[in-house]
Every structure is written in structure tokens, then in C-alpha cells.
């Protein structure tokens, strides 16, 4: 392998140090040296940049993506080096035969995932966990690809579709499920992630089946982690699992535990900002609440209405029939109903957050917001969103601020302590959604034009921080003998570009992505250059040098 100097750059080390002016020298995979007078069989210009490590995104749902897309775009395209798949439970192992469709009718529910991309995409040549990391790597990934082992998938694999959603498992179930636990764990997954969210429903409209068991269940897999010292738990907290009991769940499990999200919704954000800075004064934990610089912006359909799936009504939508959908909306009564319900919901629907994102019958109405429509109809908002739906045979697509958009709670939760960078969502909600560019976002939005952090303040918490979290070795630091993985931006023009719907998934699928971010200028990975003065290097995804990064034991 050729040896590349880094030259002219200011190196943020990723531990929250002072920008140095250095030379960084990468050979064999490594950070070779970092100083001044270096040489090497050819050089990457930084003059004017920031050279740093890669950025570690902690909250993806990559697991099938992978197969079909192992640049892990957009990621890629944002400084990216090190993903984490797996969150929330939502897993594609260990899965038997028999229940592959039921796995892709889960995503499609929870993570808005197309069930014919994940049929024809995913190889399926693998049951267990382990045989799943090992397909994975068989095939090789752009970047450095991690992942827990999920609390849906485990209940799927030893209790089958018929029971995992209804019942509770039995001793003998748990114990299996634990057993899978360890074998993912020693087979390389970085922990063990589940739900509890009432946002998360699945088949049929029921609560996806990690929500069905006994808490005591969830803790006999993690206390696999206990035993073995090493590993994250990842949670998505609801009933049964919240702010104020993940704490002391922490400190019998003694692994990490980090949590989705804390977001900065008007006037809910400052309960568990308030648990978290209480939890911290009195005494030493390992609890990181993940946190997010963008505002959770959905652009939705009536045909597939996720945003509204906390209401029962829509729920039992998923129960029916697809055709049952047009009758339910064009009843007064129903619809009466599901205002209500959206109304109490945990995370109350905000009206004056709805606006109209894409239609061919309405295109004039483009960007307008949905309670002005209504205003002017003299109706609901609610309702004006169906009458238009019903005119394009629901494929009208409407925008949805649904959380993080109190701009002063998001600057607030950035600057306290022990809040992991999370919740990019990359590889779910493709249709809705895309907040792969969290880390552009903060350097350009956050830093750059706000001032809301230091500069080394945020590429330490893309970087050094959640490599401790996951104590993943030699990653998220730039010194002599880590893992060379870099990202070269430019200070003054970085920022996370725009978001196009495009049509590349199997099976003609259609999702939204973020590829022309602008200031990247070059990034490596394990010496790689995968991007170099902006644009992506070809020959990268035939060497695919991303690793499964090798996770120490906590002290």
C-alpha cells in the first residue's frame, strides 16, 4: 500500500484538543506519523482544511442496505467512516426462512423500509447473527460497518411470528434468547439494542414484539453483555423502559446505554434534560441520551400514514385491507375520530407543522402550509389533507416537522454533558427522510453559523466521543497507530447540501438522499481515500477497505 502525506492541514485530533498546524503521514492502514517534514509516494492537499478523524455515526439502519449499496450512501458522502447498524432492535438476524417476509413487514412498518427492495436485495444466505456479519463482510463494505443484534429479530428466532407478537416467552425461550445474545456478541456485534416506543408498530398494527415481553426479559440479554464486559445497549424508550428508569438499569448492567432520542420538541425536551443533569450530580453513570442537530422532518403519505401510527385508529388501518383505507378517510366519522385521537397522542400532532411537499394534481399548493389550506376551506387540517390525498389516489406527499425544531433546545442539549450525536436514521425512512448529513449540518449550521460549539468541541463528539462509547480501539482519534481514518473539510464551506428523491433501491424502490454536501474535501478509511478534492474515488468500492471495528472491554 502507498503511503500518502496529508499536507498543510490544522489537525483536530478528536479528543476536544486545539487545532494544530500538521503534516499527517498514512501508511499500511495507519497513522503513521503527524508533524512536519513528512514524505510519502504522494500528498492530499489541506491546505486551508481541517484534518480530522472520521465521523462515527451511532444510530443507522444500514443491516440491509448493506447488501445492495455498500458505499453506505449517503453517509459517504458526509465525512462518514464508521457506521453502527442495528438500532432499535429492528435486525434482519438472526431470522429463520419461515419469517423473512414477517421481518420485512416489520421494517416496512417501523423504518418505512420497501418489503420488495428487502426481499430482492437482501442474499438471505444466512440465519444466525454470525452468519450474518460473515455475509456481510464476504461481500465487503466502503465503510467501517458495526452492529447490534436485535430484540425483535431475537424473539422472532426462538418464538416464532405467532407467539412473539402476543405472548411473553417462557424461561427456556429466554434462555435460548440469551444464548443468541452471546453468540452475536462473540461473533463481533457491538451490543444489544430493543424498543419500547408506542411510535413503533408493527404487522397487523400490533406494538412490534420487543414490546410484548417482560422488561425482566430484555434484562437477561443484557446481563450477556454484563458478563462478557464489553459491548453498548442501545434503547428506544417507552412505557415500561423511561427516562427515569434507564439510570438504575444502567448501573446493575454496568455496559454503556444510550438512548433515542432526546429531542427538542417545544416544551417536552426539558423532563429528561432535567432527569439526565439530576442523574449526573449525583454520581458516576453510563447513560448517553442521543441527541440530534436536525429537525425530524417527515415527508408523508396518507397511503402509508406513519406519522399518525400512535392513534389506534391508524393502526387498525394496517389490519385491514388496503382498499378499506379510501372508505375510512372519506367517513366523516372516522375522520372525526382520528382527530381526536391525534390530539392525545404522546407526541401530540402539530397541525401548523404539516405543509405539501410533492404532488402532480396540486402542484400550485407546493410549500403552502396545511392549516392555511384548511383556513381557507373553512375546515380541519386534517381534512384538507385527505380531500387533497383523495385526489391523487393518496400519493400526495406531505411535509412534517415532528421534533427537534426548538432551535434553542437543540443548542441547549448540545452543550451539556454526556449526549451522544445520534439519531441520523440512515438506511430507514429513505421515503421520508434523510438526516444522513448530521455531521455537515453541525460543522456548517451549528458551529460555523451559530456558535454554538467550538470547532473541536464538535468533531469530538463526531468523533473521540462515541468511539469511547463503543470503545471501539484505535478509532476516532488521530494519532501514530490508529486506524487511518480521516476526513479533510473545509471550515468555511462545509454544510450538508440538498436532499433529491431518487430511484436506485431494488425493485425500482424510490427514497430521498443528501450527495452533493459541500467543504468535504477528502476522506479515508483505513488509508483508503474513498474522496479526494470532493468528488468519490471509483476504485474505492472495488477495494472496499471499510472493517468491522474491534471493540474493547470496558474497564
Known amino acids: 500500500m502507498s503511503s500518502i502525506v496529508i499536507r498543510g492541514g490544522t489537525v483536530i485530533d478528536g479528543t476536544g484538543a486545539p487545532g494544530v498546524a500538521s503534516d499527517v503521514l498514512v501508511q499500511d492502514g495507519r497513522i503513521a506519523g503527524i508533524g512536519s517534514g513528512l514524505s510519502g509516494d504522494r500528498e492530499l492537499d489541506a491546505r486551508g482544511a481541517v484534518v480530522a478523524p472520521g465521523f462515527i455515526d451511532i444510530h443507522t439502519h444500514y443491516d440491509a442496505q448493506v447488501f445492495w449499496d455498500p458505499a453506505l450512501t449517503p453517509s459517504c458522502f458526509h465525512g462518514v467512516t464508521t457506521v453502527v447498524a442495528g438500532n432499535c432492535g429492528f435486525t434482519i438476524a438472526p431470522t429463520r426462512e419461515a419469517d423473512r417476509e414477517t421481518i420485512a413487514l416489520t421494517l416496512e412498518k417501523v423504518e418505512d423500509m420497501n418489503p420488495a427492495s428487502l426481499m430482492a436485495g437482501i442474499p438471505w444466505d444466512f440465519e444466525t447473527f454470525p452468519e450474518y456479519l460473515a455475509s456481510v463482510e464476504r461481500r465487503g463494505t466502503l465503510l467501517n460497518y458495526a452492529a447490534y443484534v436485535g430484540h425483535t429479530a431475537l424473539r422472532l428466532f426462538h418464538m416464532g411470528a405467532a407467539d412473539a ?115 449526573l450530580a449525583q454520581g458516576d453513570h453510563q447513560v448517553w441520551p442521543q441527541i440530534s442537530v436536525r429537525a425530524v422532518t417527515l415527508q408523508t403519505q396518507l397511503k402509508a400514514p406513519f406519522a399518525f401510527d400512535q392513534a389506534e385508529c391508524f393502526s387498525q388501518l394496517y389490519a385491514e385491507a388496503p382498499e378499506t383505507r379510501w372508505e375510512r378517510y372519506r367517513d366523516a366519522e372516522w375522520r372525526k375520530r382520528a382527530i381526536e385521537e391525534l390530539a392525545h397522542t404522546p407526541l401530540p400532532t402539530r397541525w401548523e407543522n404539516f405543509s405539501l411537499a410533492e404532488s402532480e394534481v396540486h402542484a400550485d399548493l407546493i410549500d403552502r402550509k396545511l392549516v392555511d389550506l384548511a383556513k381557507e376551506r373553512g375546515e380541519h387540517p386534517f381534512d384538507t389533507m385527505v380531500a387533497l390525498s383523495l385526489d391523487e389516489n393518496l400519493e400526495t406527499r406531505f411535509r412534517y416537522v415532528q421534533a427537534n425544531d426548538d432551535e434553542e433546545g437543540v443548542a441547549h442539549l448540545l452543550q451539556q454533558e454526556q449526549m451522544a450525536l445520534g439519531l441520523s436514521d440512515a438506511g430507514a425512512h429513505v421515503g421520508m427522510l434523510c438526516d444522513a448529513p448530521l455531521p455537515t449540518d453541525l460543522l456548517g449550521n451549528w458551529v460555523r453559523e451559530r456558535g454554538v460549539l467550538p470547532l473541536e468541541t464538535a468533531v469530538r463528539k463526531l468523533t473521540g466521543e462515541p468511539a469511547g462509547l463503543f470503545r471501539f480501539e484505535d478509532r476516532g482519534i488521530l494519532r501514530e497507530g490508529a486506524h487511518a481514518d480521516v476526513c479533510v473539510f473545509d471550515p468555511d464551506e462545509v454544510a450538508p447540501g440538498g436532499i433529491r428523491r431518487v430511484h436506485d433501491f431494488p425493485a425500482g424502490a424510490d427514497r430521498l438522499t443528501a450527495d452533493s454536501p459541500s467543504g468535504i474535501r477528502h476522506v479515508l478509511v483505513n488509508g483508503t481515500p474513498i474522496c479526494e478534492d470532493g468528488e468519490a474515488v471509483a476504485s474505492a468500492l472495488d477495494e472496499r477497505p471499510g472493517q468491522r471495528p474491534r471493540q474493547l472491554g470496558h474497564a
Open 165 to 279: 407478537y402476543d405472548r411473553p416467552a417462557t424461561e427456556a425461550e429466554v434462555q435460548a434468547m440469551c444464548a443468541s445474545v452471546r453468540e452475536a456478541m462473540e461473533a463481533g456485534a457491538v451490543g444489544l439494542a430493543t424498543s419500547f416506543a408506542p411510535t413503533h408498530v408493527g404487522i397487523d398494527g400490533k406494538p412490534v414484539c420487543s414490546r410484548v415481553g417482560d422488561f425482566s426479559e430484555f434484562e437477561a440479554m443484557a446481563g450477556e453483555l454484563t458478563k462478557l464486559g464489553r459491548g453498548v445497549i442501545e434503547a428506544t424508550l417507552g412505557s415500561g423502559f423511561a427516562f427515569d428508569s434507564v439510570y438504575d438499569f444502567q448501573r446493575r448492567v454496568r455496559v454503556p446505554v444510550t438512548y433515542t432520542a432526546l429531542l427538542a420538541i417545544p416544551g417536552l425536551w426539558q423532563h429528561g434534560a432535567e432527569v439526565h443533569r439530576n442523574q
